[in-house]
């Protein structure tokens, strides 16, 4: 897991915990909308949900880590993804649009009084559109990536004031790309 150690500079590194739980529930669905009407046929809709629990305990362990229990790092407490997507198989045309969250994950565990950082929710929206040409065995494929680009947001706590302050922000940009693939 990364961890931050104080220092002239804050240093990240790695270490690994003795041992961790984590467990949790996936809920997933997927619907052709043709049973609502014939104009909808190979539009299909979906997605999931994923709740999961993870602790690491610490308790009794050696070490400069501030927080003894805790979630392991990385690790979201939930997941969504949902999906819209049409499909023409005879002309070879389809188009997906995707969609994803996940909640607030230990991004950094602290050390020596530090606090832990978090990566605050961030959402994601990919578009991607394929068309065959003919059957020439070509496929001209149209994808959009992040297209939202909301910004990764990282959180630390304040000690004096308890508050939740913003220790980082980026953004990782768009990105599209064209392709053209051959099958044969």
């Keep these: 897991e990364p961890r931050i150690q104080p220092g002239g500079n804050l240093i990240r590194t790695f270490a690994n915990a003795p041992e961790a739980i984590v467990a949790g529930v996936e809920l997933e669905v997927r619907k052709e909308l043709a049973f609502l009407s014939r104009e909808l046929r190979g539009v299909t809709v979906g997605g999931n949900f994923s ?35 049409y499909e023409v198989p005879d002309s070879g045309f389809s188009i997906r649009a995707q969609y994803n969250v996940f909640g607030a994950r230990l991004d950094q565990v602290a050390a020596l009084g530090l606090q832990d950082r978090y990566q605050q929710p961030r959402h994601l929206l990919d578009i991607t559109a394929s068309q065959r040409l003919g059957k020439s065995g070509f496929t001209l494929r149209l994808a959009g990536r992040n297209l939202i680009d909301s910004p990764v947001l990282v959180t630390q706590e304040d000690p004096t004031t ?18 053209l693939s051959y099958n044969y």
């Design 162 to 179: 308890k508050e939740q302050k913003v220790a980082a922000r980026y953004q990782t940009g768009r990105i599209v790309n064209l392709a």
């Design 51 to 85: 709740y999961i629990y993870s602790r690491v305990d610490l308790t009794g362990v050696s070490g400069v880590q501030t927080s003894t229990v805790r979630p392991l790092a990385g690790q979201s407490p939930y997941v969504v993804n949902a999906f819209a997507e």
